[in-house]
């Protein structure tokens, strides 16, 4: 079955310091990923989408692209702010189904 | 424009009774999804619906069941509580079928059991 594999949390940084969350998925075709994020007391927003091999979806300065041949879609942030502190979860939606399949979700606490 | 929204935002029950949690999905939205997250277990889907209709269900027993209105809100209704069903619900809402169609999350009904 359709499954997303998060690195294991929970992640502590020092604000400015560069941040990578690793996402990796098994599905069968070319699902659709998607990052959200939570944050304390809150549902979940949508951060960045890709929808096909070599997308590259953005937002907020964060990045992720969909990297078909090893089966990723990687979360960076160049610079992180406190503001950042939340949980962030990665997640895959395959053609004709519509539930989301979410990864465990990764807890990152910045520091200032 | 307002985001999906969710009431009542806390509700607790105790063991045995039945709960009944309301979404609204965002204007133009036709499709509704109910997830569970509970504590170390992630997020699971619960239900689609779409059009007024369930198109799907996750694993879940039947005492988890609800419906969508002709105004594409929704209901989540859970009887037999019990201590496991303990979790924090989301509604989502999506503007149609398309897989690369995002869902948009609401911020939950914590479900307290006692």
């Known amino acids: 079955g359709n499954s997303v594999t998060q690195m294991e949390g929970p992640v502590t940084l020092s604000e400015e310091a560069f941040l990578t969350i690793n996402c990796t998925y098994t599905?069968?075709?070319?699902?659709?990923l998607f990052w959200y994020v939570q944050y304390p007391g809150e549902g979940l927003q949508l951060l960045l989408k890709?929808?096909?091999?070599?997308d590259k979806g953005s937002n907020k300065g964060f990045e992720a692209t969909y990297r078909k041949e090893t089966t990723s879609f990687h979360l960076e942030k160049g610079s992180v702010q406190v503001s950042d502190s939340a949980v962030y979860f990665c997640?895959?939606?395959?053609?004709?189904?519509?539930?989301?399949?979410f990864g465990q979700g990764t807890r990152l606490t910045i520091n200032p | 424009e307002a985001g999906v929204t969710q009431s009542p935002t806390h509700l607790i029950k105790t063991r045995g009774q039945q709960a009944t949690l309301r979404c609204s999905p965002i204007?133009?939205?036709?499709?509704v999804y109910w997830y569970q997250q509970a504590l170390g277990l992630g997020l699971q889907f619960l239900l689609w619906?779409?059009?007024?209709?369930?198109?799907n269900r996750g694993n879940f027993p039947p005492r988890f069941s609800g419906r969508q209105f002709p105004n594409y809100s929704s209901e989540l209704n859970v009887n037999a509580l019990e201590l496991e069903d303990s979790a924090l619900y989301l509604c989502?809402?999506?503007?149609?079928?398309?897989?690369?169609?995002?869902?948009?999350f609401g911020d939950g009904t914590r479900l307290s059991i006692l």
């Open positions: 997640a895959l939606r395959s053609p004709g189904a519509q539930k989301l399949v």
């Open positions: 890709a929808t096909k091999a070599d």
């Open positions: 204007s133009g939205h036709t499709s």
């Open positions: 989502a809402s999506s503007l149609g079928q398309g897989s690369n169609q995002p869902q948009h």
């Open positions: 619906y779409d059009e007024g209709e369930e198109r």
């Open positions: 599905a069968t075709g070319y699902p659709s």
